[in-house]
């Protein structure tokens, strides 16, 4: 149990565009989903916390205009990279947190490379 | 806020044990996380203190001094499937109806024949 899918799990784009990365909790309620950015050798930052049905709390010096997060419900949130620039590559991964077990382990995705060139 | 250290790197021998530690100042605190991460990969979890003592899985044991602000995490029969970067996490208090959890910098532990 506590599956936690995140698509695409691989992308590369082009500097300019847009990316949207999902994150679904697949057999769990997630009011609250957690989205990390990860660059090489580097530990996992939080950029944001993603609630459901409400806006998104971005951590100091993440910019809520470029990291564009939806939360629309109990199962789903989205990040979208909007404006994409090499310095964007990274490794994004969501958690969540079983809505019925707050005090539970965060329950993470499979993660998403992002290269821009 | 969070600060949290532990070493970078860690090399042990296959079918020794060796124990990683990892200290913590914390605004707040409810519950300590070990995670495992191999090369590429998301994280995944292996154990969870909230109270002091010793939290013993299999091979793996984790103990808790929150008066220290000290964690270890202990790994048993090495094997080199453990090589991989061992992730300490903390968990805030409630605030403002979530809690955060922040990331150390994970040790990179290889084991060797």
């Known amino acids: 149990g506590a599956v936690v899918s995140q698509h695409p799990s691989r992308v590369i784009c082009k500097s300019g565009t847009s990316v949207k990365i999902e994150c679904r909790s697949l057999?769990?309620?997630?009011?609250?989903m957690f989205w990390y950015r990860q660059f090489p050798k580097q530990s996992l930052m939080l950029m944001a916390t993603?609630?459901?049905?409400?806006?998104?709390?971005?951590e100091q010096g993440v910019e809520k205009d470029k990291f564009l997060i939806n939360h629309a419900s109990l199962t789903l949130s989205t990040l979208t990279v909007t404006s994409a620039h090499p310095e964007d590559s990274s490794f994004y991964i969501c958690?969540?947190?079983?809505?019925?077990?707050?005090?539970?382990?965060?329950?993470f995705g499979n993660g998403t490379r992002l290269t821009v060139t | 806020g969070q600060n949290i250290d532990q070493p970078t790197e860690m090399t042990a021998t296959e079918g020794a044990i060796v124990q990683i530690n990892c200290t913590y100042q914390?605004?707040?605190?409810?519950?300590l996380f070990w995670y495992q991460q191999h090369a590429g990969e998301a994280p995944t979890f292996l154990s969870y203190?909230?109270?002091?003592g010793l939290e013993e899985k299999g091979r793996f044991s984790s103990f808790l001094s929150r008066s220290k602000g000290y964690s270890y995490l202990l790994l048993k029969e090495l094997q080199m499937k453990d090589s991989a970067s061992y992730l300490c996490?903390?968990?805030?208090?409630?605030?403002?109806?979530?809690?955060?959890?922040?990331f150390g910098i994970g040790t990179k532990l290889q084991v060797i024949p």
């Open positions: 057999d769990f309620q997630a009011t609250t």
């Open positions: 958690s969540a947190r079983d809505k019925g077990y707050p005090n539970s382990p965060l329950h």
């Open positions: 914390t605004s707040g605190f409810n519950g």
């Open positions: 996490a903390v968990r805030d208090s409630y605030s403002g109806g979530y809690q955060k959890v922040t």
């Open positions: 203190n909230v109270l002091d």
């Open positions: 993603s609630n459901e049905g409400s806006k998104a709390t971005y």
